[in-house]
């Protein structure tokens, strides 16, 4: 390496920073305006998802940014990304609700924090979910759980209120 690149290298460092720089994708998705939908649904690929609540056997979420949409769905045996080609302005999830599947959200995904012990509990669609929502996601270990717990309140979703009361 010469002499001229090994002192830019350092010279824009800066040592004097409270944390570690973050890495460039984790501040392109703070700022890009996500905003997570939980969709639930009844199918039981595996005979002992059965004995979960009928439509209430898998989970999985739906992302929209100014790009579009993306869908973690965490299968059996794998976990399923897809960018869909689709535009940002499309309702996503009037699709899945037209479907038959339960949609919550959207939801702003809360900033991450440190942990001071590793999770123990094994990678699930209610795991991925809550992971997505944030460290502030309300804990649950079953989709029906996790789908009355962000029904009853989750501090960062947008909620529509319509009103049928007329005024005076």
């Known amino acids: 390496m010469s002499e001229a ?31 997570i939908y939980i969709v639930f649904g009844g199918r039981a690929d595996q005979w002992w998802l059965r004995l979960l609540s009928p439509g209430f056997r898998h989970c999985f979420a739906a992302i929209a940014d100014a790009e579009g949409w993306t869908i973690l769905d965490p299968l059996s045996g794998r976990l399923l990304v897809q960018r869909l080609p ?4 499309f309702d ?4 899945y609700t037209r479907a ?11 900033p991450g924090r440190a942990r001071t012990i590793p999770p123990i509990l094994p ?20 989709p029906a759980v996790l789908f009355r717990r962000l029904q009853k ?8 209120l319509t009103s049928s009361v007329g005024l005076a």
């Open 5 to 35: 690149v090994h002192e830019f290298a350092f010279e824009n460092l800066d040592f004097q920073r409270p944390h570690a720089p973050r890495i460039a994708h984790r501040r392109i998705a703070d700022d890009a305006g996500q905003r």
């Open 86 to 89: 689709l535009d940002a302005a």
């Open 92 to 95: 996503l999830p009037a699709v």
């Open 100 to 110: 038959g599947l339960s949609v919550l959200g959207p939801f702003t995904p809360m």
């Open 123 to 142: 990678f699930t669609c209610v795991a991925l979910c809550r992971a997505l929502l944030g460290p502030d996601a309300p804990f649950a270990l079953t």
């Open 153 to 160: 309140g989750f501090g960062n979703r947008k909620i529509n």
